[in-house]
């Protein structure tokens, strides 16, 4: 299948030459991008797809770095609205306990859905809570969900092991023991991880963070992820309960405790990274370790702001990302993209990232946090994961720079198009895979029963 995209008033590639073309096209064929420049053409007995881009901006997909799609179902709940983290996560742990495969499947395809419309063609997700006494298979049934809609997926097999009982945060009924956590990772590396160029589908591994895992199953998980050879993931310096958590716990800072662990590399990526000091940003810069930068959940739950630009300024990589629903309330990853510019600016004023640095980070540089060369940039040989964005509505009238009008002007959040792996998912806003309005009946019909049976339980 060919596509051949005419006409785009702009080509933003985040090549290695920063090219911006005008007037443009953009041929895909099969699952890869195989030229730009202007006047391309096709033989009409290929029978291509031709899409009008006279107005609109093109650029690669946004790559979200880090999820936790089944928070889809617990947004906007009043019990934990306007809490820190800790306060957070300890009452919302009451109503995860509940989690079950519907929730599981509904919540990523409702977060999936509204990914592709919000222009995101690569997702991770950071799934950890696993209810004892419920099934083992969350993490099939999320890559299940992702190859039914049509996104590129990197899923992660998140862990707890750290119960309330031994001094960590979650309740014991929602860890596992170490041996459970290694050898479903390993059953699922074997199972899904695609290495290859163009992969659908990658695996990491995932222990929640230092307040609600072992030091031990730190250490063990790294040394899987290395042997098998896939990528690490966990929160790091989150908030500043985390940082005296593992100042009293170890007597070390977070960075300090992930470099005691052997968690600092091109292999690892961490979500939030806010509490840094000058040398752990130096540290993350040399060593390739990889920021995910989630701006919404950032605010909401009053954790800080990530140190974005001196991050960049390091040399670090750094991506953008949604975070989980229930501390930002939507997987809007266009959103994401204005908020991380506002918030960097109100941290750095005019020493802020521009448009286009924010752009190129959620794109090429999510795609570098998640070692993927293949995708995040425009230029022929790359993943053809490729979205459009119309200028012409009058949101963005009087707009003098494509740049600006993508980041800070528009009344809505929905791509004109999103085409992922040469396919096209999203049209005119719309998913074109699955049917959105019976996802949302499924996913709320799921989500009150699972709310309603925890207050039940208050209540008797």
């Known amino acids: 299948m060919s596509i051949l995209v005419k006409n785009a008033s702009y080509i933003i590639t985040f090549n290695d030459r920063d090219e911006i073309l005008e007037n443009a096209d953009l041929l895909i064929e099969g699952n890869r991008i195989t030229a730009i420049g202007r006047d391309l053409s096709l033989n009409p007995m290929d029978n291509p797809q031709i899409i009008d881009a006279q107005g609109m901006a093109v650029l690669p997909g946004l790559v979200n770095t880090h999820h936790h799609l089944y928070q889809t179902l617990f947004r906007g709940l009043p019990e934990v609205q306007g809490m820190p983290l800790f306060y957070w996560l300890v009452n919302l742990y009451e109503f995860w306990r509940h989690i079950i495969p519907d929730a599981v499947y509904y919540g990523a395809m409702v977060g999936f859905s509204e990914l592709l419309r919000t222009g995101c063609t690569l997702t991770t997700d950071h799934h950890y809570v696993f209810p004892r006494g419920e099934a083992s298979n969350f993490i099939d049934t999320q890559i299940n969900a992702a190859q039914e809609i049509g996104i590129r997926f990197h899923a992660t097999r998140g862990s707890m092991s750290l119960g309330k009982s031994e001094g960590g945060l979650p309740p014991d009924e929602v860890v596992q023991d170490a041996e459970t956590i290694l050898k479903d990772s390993q059953r699922l590396i074997e199972r899904y991880h695609d290495p290859s160029d163009y992969s659908m589908t990658r695996l990491a591994l995932a222990p929640c963070s230092p307040f609600s895992v072992s030091l031990d199953l730190m250490r063990e998980s790294q040394l899987l992820a290395r042997e098998k050879g896939v990528m690490l993931h966990t929160h790091l310096a989150e908030t500043l309960d985390e940082e005296k958590f593992c100042l009293e716990r170890y007597g070390r800072r977070p960075v300090e405790l992930m470099e005691d662990v052997g968690w600092i590399g091109p292999d690892v990526w961490f979500a939030h990274a806010i509490h840094l000091s000058e040398r752990e940003i130096n540290l993350l810069a040399r060593s390739g370790s990889g920021v995910a930068h989630c701006p919404s959940s950032n605010m909401k739950l009053g954790s800080g702001i990530c140190p974005t630009s001196d991050l960049v300024r390091a040399g670090a990589k750094l991506g953008i990302a949604v975070d989980g629903s229930a501390s930002n309330d939507g997987s809007n990853m266009w959103e994401e993209v204005r908020r991380a510019y506002l918030l960097n600016h109100l941290r750095y004023k ?101 709310v309603q049976k925890e207050r039940g339980l208050k209540s008797s």
């Not at 924010?358 to 998640?370: E, I, M, P, S, Y």
């Not at 009087?398 to 929905?414: A, E, K, M, T, Y």
């Not at 198009?417 to 699955?434: A, D, E, F, H, P």
């Open 350 to 450: 005019d020493e802020g990232l521009s448009a286009y640095e924010t752009l190129k980070c959620a794109t090429r540089g999510g795609a570098d946090v998640l070692g993927r060369p293949d995708t995040g940039r425009l230029e022929p040989g790359k993943a053809a994961d490729i979205i459009l964005i119309d200028l012409k509505d009058v949101a963005y009238a009087g707009s003098h720079d494509p740049l600006v009008s993508i980041v800070c002007c528009g009344n809505h959040s929905f791509v004109d198009t999103t085409i992922v792996n040469g396919k096209v998912v999203v049209r005119k806003g719309q998913l074109l895979t699955q049917d959105t309005e019976e996802i949302r009946k499924k996913a709320h019909q799921v989500a009150c029963e699972i």
